[in-house]
């Protein structure tokens, strides 16, 4: 078997990869459907219908999104310069740690400044968390994909920690939670009815904005060399370094902000529970969406979906919930498999 | 601190680290092999969740216990081969693979127990390995209990350690493997493939893997239980830097790291009334960090780790 | 035996013979298939159409290990060695069963001894490949292939990284080695050396066998036109007048004690001037170009451009200070395959106010006309300023860098290996555009391991060994042999390549 780059790669076929992907893991996905013995349609038509069928599903599985487009911007950041954060969950605990810090009472400004003081705290907060990381792979040459995994979970035993210990509210009856946000910090919802909150007019906005700075700005420039090709990149004048540590912020950053908003968006308060593995599911987002951070809304709205709509599924037609999850990971692979397919051709000679 | 020496001085704390170092061996030897051979396997963790879940279910559905430990083996080893058909196949990124395998291989485990055990509230046992006391040697104080009256999967364990590191420095295939890591066309230019190689590394490796997961729920433990793993495969990679690649620093660094474990669980009786029992469980996490930075300045990596082999391509 | 790349055929319907006992030799320019063919002679490739026999017996195609049991064994031009690993087991690697369950060290061990006696190639089995030179490593290689039984040993530019008296000393092997029967596949592009070694003279030209003749008698300018197909001939230097002081080295010194530390390097450069440094790969030549680039700050003495101090590490000042650089490898250093060519063409000064504004938001406009009129000044032939830079042929991405690195006419131009691995047609453009460089006024030095390249093309040239640069002598005060002694170090000491 021979692999062999394709000459060209039209637009068309690049932007299809994904969605075989998505294709191919709904067909894996239909073998424990069927094992399950429901019949695939009437599973896939659940699915789509808890996730998009009511105005209450669409602003659901929106809601659910939001930390998505969050953590998934956050690896595609990162990964864009071939720097392997893997940690987008502790991080997002990080930022929801800040916002918890701030938003419970320490500091009170009138919401549009208390709002953007909590996100920017939530975003240092995660930057600060993949300073560990980064500097030890800048300068120690440390694999960050073992460390900030690791991180991952000394973070949620701190979170553990402090809301069972000393951020514990009194108010929760025994239940391991801290105090709420107060009310200058939350984030109003959108619409009436339905969860949908001021995060993900944010996530858009960031979408957008790093959209703006890997195409069009200097740092995104630089960024995107030392991903390609570091020693290229070094010649070239570009301080790598430099650049891998400035990626880091700005990925761990994205993801810190996922937490204040959960925390100060969605649930108002900090828990254990505070994320079902958002970080991870980030990599899934940025995977299917390329590393393209506009492709990123998409791809986190459909994993969002998956989510939502298996809910429902399982409720309905009694399949465990974790196909969602079996999804996400089998979309991962797809999705590597079917961008290389694009690019690269088989030919069964050598 | 007396009180923590005192620990040190007791059979339980030294039988507990060598129940506790077992999973931890067999993943660091799987990990250790793979990367020898080249290829990165994050899939680790969920080839572990993996391990442990298909081992006691084979137990409980009716199984025999060698059973199912051959059953985790050969669900691992099944995980490794997707591994390396993503990795040394098709040369994708094994970073992004690892992490793949890892959440499809742990969701998966969830949904077939929620399949098989729709209603179990409380998590069903299964009858674990028993210990085996040698004879004479299980009498000798403190290394009686602590070496010679374990359960047979602790045992298999221990002689890994000497079974992969002979493999890997003293037979022909072991060379192969090596060489694999450091130059695969090297490998290829004497006539060996290099691809079979690194998968045959890679299917062993995670068989290896699963074996670990297998033995928490089958000798440590006696049930399933979500989350399990809880990060023992990262540790795993971590050693592994840890080892230098070295199957005896191996052995050495999975002891002092369940040592610290077995520790800390006698630690929080004495102390834990006023250090809370998180930072307890915090320890391997940031001990492995650890590991790393003091190791990471020498360290001789394989030089073909991450690198793929396309056969005949054009360089 | 034809071969296609996608559109390219590297290899159309070529036919040869090989005979016991002689030296076939493969002359081509780069690019001209030579090493492709011998890929598909020894397994690694597999060819779309024709077939390869034996002693009358087809060999199975596309495996290595049926080219190693039919006795045909390959010195490769990137040697196939794992550095970590010893001597002995790199060579014994695939020679004993794979499911045996123990090696036999001491029947390998003796049969190397026995082996490497025969052929005079003396080696430590023990020693790590990382401890041996270039010269060394390259035995080890032929060790590798005769271990193994070889009856056909195929050398793919082997001379390439070795002094010329290590090139002697090979050729004087390859002859122990005919007359014990075995035949040889000499691939170069260097024609006297071909003259000098070979019994045939195979001549490889586009993918095809242009012409396949006996050495004794072949002319070398009747080969030169076969190779390239016309006449080219490679440009030779004018004497101009030195001009000023440009560029003054003093001094400089690295730490370490390995092959690689520079050791009181001194030299200045002068207008309309080239000077080369000779020396094997692994000497010093790196961390020079490295320091000279900026991309390394760590030293001690001096370097001084048009009088000023030069800028420690930072290699857009130094390139805003007048200096053109063009790096060793164009892939892996010189650009970013996957971007486009504008964007590559700005990266050195991406934060001048041309391109961006505020060193902030590039201003793509700019850059891409400026991308266009490079493109059409240095002749290169591509799809536009917005096309793929992986998608060039190598001859066109060097001219993207002469373009990157000249336009701005630098007074001082660092030149490391700038016509490596081109054909004959853009190795003539390369260096006549050094040569204009040099006749505009430019300082320029010109890092090669060519002697031929660095004799015609030269002012001055200096050597490199273990570190330690010696004077720059006016070309042709020393003969190739001389220098061919000094990049051996002066007391013949075995040199140590980079780990």
């Known amino acids: ?325 079996v999804l996400v990971g089998v979309s991962v692979l797809a999705v590597l498999c079917s961008v290389m397919f694009s690019q690269y051709k088989v030919r069964w000679k050598a | 601190m007396s009180e923590l020496f005192d620990i040190l001085l007791t059979a339980g704390f030294w039988a507990a680290t060598i129940r506790i170092v077992s999973p931890l061996i067999f993943g660091t030897l799987g990990e250790l092999i793979c990367e020898r051979a080249g290829v990165l396997n994050l899939g680790i963790e969920g080839i572990m969740t993996v391990g442990a879940m298909s081992g006691w279910m084979w137990v409980y559905q009716g199984g025999g216990l060698w059973g199912g430990v051959l059953f985790a083996a050969f669900v691992g080893a099944t995980f490794g081969l997707l591994h390396a058909i993503f990795t040394v196949h098709l040369g994708l990124s094994q970073h992004v693979t690892g992490i793949g395998i890892t959440l499809f291989a742990s969701s998966l485990s969830y949904f077939v127990y929620r399949m098989l055990l729709p209603d179990a509230t409380t998590p069903p046992k299964i009858v674990p390995f028993q210990s085996i006391e040698i004879p004479w040697l299980s009498d000798l104080p403190i290394i009686g209990e602590a070496l010679f009256s374990q359960s047979a999967l602790t045992y298999l364990a221990l002689l890994t350690v000497p079974l992969v590191w002979y493999v890997l420095f003293r037979t022909p295939v072991g060379l192969a493997v090596r060489m694999s890591g450091e130059n695969p066309v090297a490998v290829e230019a004497q006539g060996i493939n290099v691809l079979a190689i690194r998968t045959g590394a890679v299917m062993v490796g995670s068989a290896l893997m699963a074996i670990g997961g297998a033995f928490i729920t089958m000798s440590w433990f006696d049930a399933f239980y979500f989350g399990m793993i809880n990060g023992r495969g990262w540790i795993c990679v971590a050693l592994v830097i840890f080892a230098s690649w070295q199957p005896g620093k191996a052995l050495l660094g999975a002891l002092l790291f369940a040592g610290l474990e077995a520790m800390q669980v006698r630690a929080q009786i004495s102390v834990g009334s006023f250090i809370p029992y998180q930072f307890f469980l915090m320890l391997p996490y940031v001990m492995s960090i650890v590991a790393m930075i003091i190791i990471a300045r020498k360290t001789k990596y394989p030089q073909a780790l991450l690198v793929p082999f396309r056969r005949g391509e054009r360089v | 035996m034809t071969k296609r790349f996608g559109t390219l055929t590297a290899n159309d319907a070529i036919s040869l013979t090989l005979q016991k006992g002689e030296v076939l030799a493969l002359l081509g320019e780069n690019g001209a298939g030579k090493t492709t063919l011998m890929n598909i002679l020894f397994g690694h490739y597999q060819a779309d159409e024709g077939s390869i026999l034996v002693d009358g017996e087809t060999l199975s195609p596309g495996s290595t290990q049926a080219a190693i049991e039919a006795g045909i064994g390959m010195v490769h031009q990137h040697f196939t060695l794992a550095d970590n690993l010893t001597v002995l087991e790199n060579i014994t690697l695939g020679t004993e069963s794979l499911w045996s369950w123990r090696q036999d060290q001491a029947a390998a061990r003796i049969k190397l001894k026995t082996m490497s006696e025969d052929y005079g190639l003396l080696v430590d089995p023990d020693a790590l490949i990382s401890s041996l030179t270039v010269g060394e490593r390259q035995r080890v290689e032929i060790l590798k292939a005769l271990y193994r039984d070889a009856r056909v040993l195929i050398l793919d530019e082997p001379t390439a990284v070795l002094t010329p008296q290590e090139s002697e000393r090979l050729f004087a092997t390859l002859k122990s080695v005919t007359d014990k029967g075995l035949a040889v596949i000499f691939i170069s592009h260097k024609l006297h050396e071909i003259l000098a070694v070979s019994n045939r003279i195979a001549v490889l030209r586009r993918g095809a066998i242009v012409s396949t003749l006996n050495t004794n008698g072949a002319k070398r300018e009747q080969l030169a036109e076969l190779m390239v197909g016309r006449v080219v001939t490679r440009p030779k230097i004018t004497p101009l007048p030195q001009g000023k002081p440009i560029i003054g080295i003093n001094n400089v010194t690295t730490k370490g004690s390995g092959a690689t530390a520079l050791r009181g390097i001194d030299l200045t450069l002068h207008a309309h001037e080239i000077v080369g440094i000779a020396g094997v790969a692994g000497n010093g030549q790196s961390t020079l170009a490295d320091i000279l680039s900026g991309i390394q700050s760590t030293f001690t003495g001096e370097i001084e451009l048009n009088g000023a101090p030069l800028t420690r590490g930072k290699p857009r000042a130094i390139v805003a200070a ?124 010109l890092i090669s391991e060519d002697l031929d390249e660095l004799m015609a093309l030269t002012d001055r040239i200096a050597v490199i060994s273990h570190g330690e640069l010696s004077s720059a002598l006016p070309t042709g005060d020393r003969s190739i042999a001389e220098i061919g002694l000094m990049m051996a170090g002066q007391q013949e000491q075995e040199r140590r390549p980079a780990a």
Request: net charge neutral.
């Open chain 1, 1 to 325: 078997m021979i692999i062999e780059p394709r000459e060209s790669v039209s637009l068309l076929r690049a932007s299809l990869a994904p969605v075989w992907a998505i294709l191919a893991s709904l067909i894996i996905c239909a073998v424990l459907i069927a094992w399950a013995g429901a019949s695939i349609p009437t599973a896939y038509m659940l699915l789509f219908k808890g996730a998009f069928g009511s105005s209450f599903a669409i602003k659901e599985t929106l809601t659910r999104s939001i930390p998505l487009i969050f953590t998934g911007l956050a690896v595609s950041v990162a990964f864009r310069a071939k720097f392997y954060n893997i940690g987008a969950e502790g991080q997002l605990y990080a930022g929801a740690l800040a916002a918890t810090f701030f938003g419970t009472g320490l500091i009170t400004l009138p919401p549009y400044l208390m709002i953007p003081f909590l996100i920017l705290m939530g975003a240092l907060a995660g930057g600060a968390l993949l300073l560990v990381p980064v500097l030890l792979k800048t300068h120690l040459k440390v694999d960050e994909v073992v460390t900030t995994l690791l991180l991952n979970f000394i973070v949620l035993l701190v979170v553990s920690y402090l809301i069972e210990g000393p951020w514990k509210d009194p108010m929760s009856l025994g239940w391991p939670q801290a105090a709420s946000i107060i009310d200058e910090g939350v984030l109003p919802t959108l619409l009436a009815k339905g969860r949908l909150h001021f995060g993900f007019i944010v996530a858009i906005v960031m979408a957008l904005l790093v959209w703006l700075m890997m195409r069009y700005t200097v740092q995104g420039y630089e960024i995107r060399s030392v991903g390609y090709n570091a020693r290229a990149a070094e010649f070239s004048g570009i301080n790598v370094n430099k650049t891998v540590v400035m990626t880091a912020m700005i990925s761990g950053g994205l993801a810190g902000i996922a937490g204040v908003s959960e925390t100060a968006g969605l649930k108002g308060y900090l828990t254990l529970d505070l994320s079902p593995g958002f970080g991870y599911t980030g990599i899934a987002v940025a995977m299917l969406a390329q590393l393209n951070p506009l492709a990123v809304i998409p791809a986190a709205i459909f994993l969002s979906a998956v989510y939502v709509g298996s809910d429902a599924m399982s409720r309905a037609v009694n399949i465990p919930t974790y196909i969602a999850d």
């Open chain 3, 322 to 445: 007048g200096v053109g650089r063009i790096p060793e490898d164009r892939h892996a250093r010189g650009m970013v395959g996957e971007m486009e060519i504008w964007e590559n063409l700005i990266s050195e000064d991406i934060r001048s106010p041309e391109i961006s504004r505020a060193g902030f938001l590039i201003s793509s406009k700019n850059a891409k006309v400026r991308a266009e009129r490079q493109i059409e000044e240095f002749d290169v032939r591509c799809k536009g300023p917005e096309a793929e830079t992986k998608l060039l042929s190598g001859g066109n991405m060097q001219k993207l860098i002469l373009a990157r690195a000249l336009s701005q006419n630098p007074s001082f131009i660092l030149a490391n290996q700038p016509v490596r691995g081109l054909d004959e047609g853009a190795i003539a453009y390369v260096q006549e555009q050094l040569l204009d460089a040099r006749k505009r006024g430019a300082a320029i030095l």
